[in-house]
């Protein structure tokens, strides 16, 4: 790409992420010091913390929102690498790794009403045991789902980030020689097990820590799986803040902004404490490790890891199941396994509905996806010049930096600062407010997933094809970026994805004006209309599905279809040639 003034652009479009940071930032810290001049504050005052302090909620929240924060990504990480030990380098183990795609494009809330469906007292878990073995004829009095403790929100946020963690982790397992480590360890004698707990772990975290700080990050403050699986009597503490936030009573934004300035500061106390524990655990046990046994009684948390994690996958799978089940059930009462009539009329009576809310969801995910993948591009250009001009394989600038801040911020840490900003420009309920709230969240996913191969690429090709015809931007479209399709098309499908699950900044930027699957299926999830929120959810599952399908299915063919086409072109010039000659 022949970029000039690269340093001027890094440095531009550093700033053009770094603005809307710092304004979400500075519009939700200075009204939780009671300072917001739109409703008459102009003085700094500690009353919203105050206000915060003792209001009986705050800590009920504030306890679920550890727990369930924390608790979720210890056993998600624990699982992922539990099956990672148990499978890597085993044949049957690919078939797992290719379940893993649909769990990772599904959006979290098609999940979480998923497991709703399979979790609930009238659930199909229980039905399916019903009556034959537990004797019910009706739903029983349990409270499986919504649980005040958290139980079935830490169940979805497990069933989400452990293939997440599973993925990552497969595909840093050639930076650590993990092939050649077993080969050696088991040639001197120690089980598969402890091989992992001694050698191949401890080399494996500093590589997947970012990941797992990202999902300890959303764990503390996620939204939409809170809404529809999560505890209510009290709600964690981020559906609580978003419920102050949309309080008539526009006194209570001066105490969410002072709960969402501590929710913040909660996230980064949560991942120093992390860290600090597992220095300390890896101080603890660096005797163990070196101490020669060939096997250990810890080693059978991993084979328990083993057992849960693929009761997990399977929970997953079967919740993914039920969607279109329910969409096409007509009749299917308690405690039948399997609806007793089926019909499509569910789907033709929320057609109109589901028609636009679905070119709603498809024209936000394609244009942020589009834009997030040309700027990706052009930053990666960027940082690929400035290397090549100072000699160095790895040099981040600002930019690399600055990308992952909106993925580990809380969202409802600093959106509502940026609506105040949208107000005031009056971009409320705009279409390009939403693309552009999407497009902070699905550019960190895109940029880092075409980071690696566009980096890596060899630039010997283009060169060479510059050299022997010199058009840099056709060869440059012709050439590298034909030969890092896989790279474009499966950043794309990721970006895809993050964008339909995207639910508070839909919510925020469009005020209701524009609905999309995801908001309308949380918003319905509570409605008790199983049939019309599983259409829902269906779609919006659908559709990143069918997107990482095509990434996966077009670019092994797209050479194949080119040059058919081209012969195609070049027998028509020809054939109306032939007949005007002869005319």
């Not at 810890?298 to 329910?326: E, H, K, T």
């Amino acid at each position: 790409m022949p970029l000039i003034h690269t340093r001027l652009i890094t440095w531009v479009m550093a700033l053009v992420l770094m603005i809307p940071i710092a304004i979400g930032l500075i519009g939700t810290l200075l009204p939780a010091f009671q300072y917001f001049p739109p409703l008459g504050e102009y003085q700094l005052s500690l009353s919203p913390w105050r206000d915060l302090f003792s209001h009986g909620e705050f800590y009920a929240s504030l306890k679920l929102t550890l727990i369930t924060g924390i608790g979720a990504p210890i056993l998600s990480l624990w699982l992922a690498l539990s099956l990672l030990a148990w499978g890597y380098q085993r044949p049957f183990f690919t078939k797992i790794e290719a379940l893993l795609s649909p769990l990772l494009a599904i959006p979290h809330a098609a999940i979480a009403i998923g497991l709703l469906f399979l979790l609930s007292p009238s659930g199909w878990l229980v039905r399916v045991f019903s009556p034959w073995l537990t004797g019910f004829e009706r739903p029983p009095n349990w409270i499986s789902v919504q649980d005040p403790y958290g139980v079935s929100l830490i169940i979805a946020l497990v069933i989400k980030e452990m293939p997440y963690l599973l993925f990552v982790m497969l595909t840093t397992m050639k930076s650590i020689k993990a092939r050649e480590s077993l080969q050696v360890g088991q040639a001197l004698g120690y089980s598969r097990f402890t091989l992992w707990r001694k050698v191949l772990i401890p080399q494996l975290y500093p590589i997947v820590r970012l990941p797992i700080f990202i999902v300890v990050a959303f764990s503390l403050t996620v939204v939409d799986l809170a809404l529809v699986i999560g505890p209510n009597t009290p709600s964690t503490l981020a559906v609580t803040l978003l419920r102050w936030f949309n309080n008539p009573d526009l006194s209570m934004r001066f105490m969410a902004s002072a709960g969402a300035v501590f929710l913040m500061l909660c996230v980064v106390s949560v991942l120093a404490g992390w860290e600090l524990s597992h220095k300390l655990t890896s101080k603890i046990t660096r005797s163990e490790r070196s101490n020669g046994k060939r096997a250990g009684l810890s080693d059978n948390l991993l084979r328990l890891g083993v057992i849960v994690g693929l009761l997990a996958l399977l929970n997953g799978f079967v919740a993914l199941v039920l969607l279109p089940i329910w969409s096409l059930a007509r009749r299917w009462r308690f405690p039948d396994a399997l609806p007793s009539q089926w019909t499509l009329s569910n789907l033709e009576r929320a057609g109109p509905l589901l028609l636009e809310l679905t070119t709603n969801t498809l024209l936000i995910a394609f244009l942020s996806t589009l834009l997030a993948c040309a700027i990706s591009l052009i930053m990666l250009e960027t940082k690929r010049q400035d290397m090549d001009k100072q000699h160095q394989h790895t040099k981040n600038h600002l930019f690399d930096w600055l990308i992952y801040v909106p993925i580990l911020l809380p969202q409802i840490g600093f959106l509502f600062g940026l609506h105040v900003l949208l107000i005031y420009l009056e971009l409320n309920g705009d279409l390009c407010a939403i693309i552009a709230l999407h497009l902070m969240y699905v550019l960190p996913y895109v940029y880092l997933t075409l980071k690696g191969p566009y980096l890596s690429y060899e630039e010997g090709y283009l060169q060479q094809a510059n050299r022997i015809h010199y058009r840099p931007w056709r060869n440059y479209l012709g050439i590298k970026i034909a030969m890092l399709k896989p790279a474009m098309f499966t950043a794309f499908a990721i970006g895809f994805s993050v964008s339909i699950a995207q639910y508070l900044p839909t919510l925020i930027a469009g005020e209701g004006r524009y609905s999309t699957l995801t908001t309308e299926a949380v918003a319905q999830a509570a409605s008790g209309d199983r049939k019309q929120v599983g259409s829902m959810a269906m779609l919006q599952a659908f559709f990143p599905i069918l997107v990482f399908w095509l990434a996966q299915f077009i670019p092994r063919r797209w050479t194949r279809w080119r040059l058919f086409i081209k012969q195609c072109v070049i027998r028509s010039k020809h054939f109306f040639f032939k007949k005007d000659t002869q005319c």
